[in-house]
Every structure is written in structure tokens, then in C-alpha cells.
């Protein structure tokens, strides 16, 4: 779009947002860290996912997570003079009661500043078919209610 039309148009409330959040970010900062969360039942896979997406290699079986797990994984960024590349990793267990307790008052899962860069990854059992889409209803609406 052209200045002046649109959105960009001087005076508008969308350039004024953007010139908010130009001033507001710190030029030396860089890229925002990435925030993982690995959700699902109980048996579902979510370490051996998490596992196999760390450490391809990694012949050993993965071990049952115990409440909340945190990693991390770090890369080499793609620009020369930026900091490498960080994502947070948590994997949350399949209880059901600490998944809501964790959503409700928590200030690790999906915080206002990680909503912009963070991925919520379901696992699903596909081995017990008709567990599947009750069991994606529940965590869907877990997450919907922490946003």
C-alpha cells in the first residue's frame, strides 16, 4: 500500500499503533525468545514426541513426564549479526486436574507477552479411537480459556 492510503494513512489508528510499537521495542533486543507447550492425555506420546524432536538420534525410549518439564532448544539464527534462536520448551502432563490448575492461575503457560510467539501442540492416542475427539475438545477448550 501507498502512504497515505489504508491503513498508513497519518493519523489513523493504525498508524498510530505502529508508531507505538516501533518506540516501544529496543532495537538491540532482537527476535523474541519462541514458547513450545507439548499438551495432551496421559499416554499419549508427548515425551516420546518431544524426544524424537530434540534428539533424532536418540535411540533410547523416552520417560513419562512428571507435571511440568522444561528444556529448551537453541540454533544458530539465519542473519549474521543476530543472537541465536531460543525456544522455551514445556511439556505439560496429562493430568487433568493440573492442566486446569496450570491454565487458571499460572504464570509460565501462555502469558500475555508469549501469546505472539508461542505454539500450542496437542497430542492426541490415536490407538483409542473414540478417545480422540473428546480428548482434543477438552485440551482445545483448556487453551481457548487461558486466552
Known sequence: MNAGTGIYTSGSIWAKALEQSKAQKKPEAGKEDAHVYVVGPKGSGKSTVLSRF????????????????YTFARKASNFADARKDLAHIWEVAGNEAFAQQL???????????????????????????????PSASQWLDLVKRKL
Do not use: N
Not at 54 to 69: F, N, R
Not at 120 to 125: E, N, S, T
Open 54 to 69: 530434540l534428539y533424532p538420534t536418540k535411540l533410547e525410549a523416552a520417560k513419562p513426564s512428571q507435571a511440568l518439564e
Open 103 to 133: 491454565v487458571k492461575g499460572s504464570q509460565i503457560f501462555l502469558t500475555y507477552r508469549q501469546v505472539t510467539t508461542a505454539v500450542v501442540v496437542i497430542v492426541l492416542d490415536l490407538s483409542d479411537p473414540g478417545a480422540v475427539v
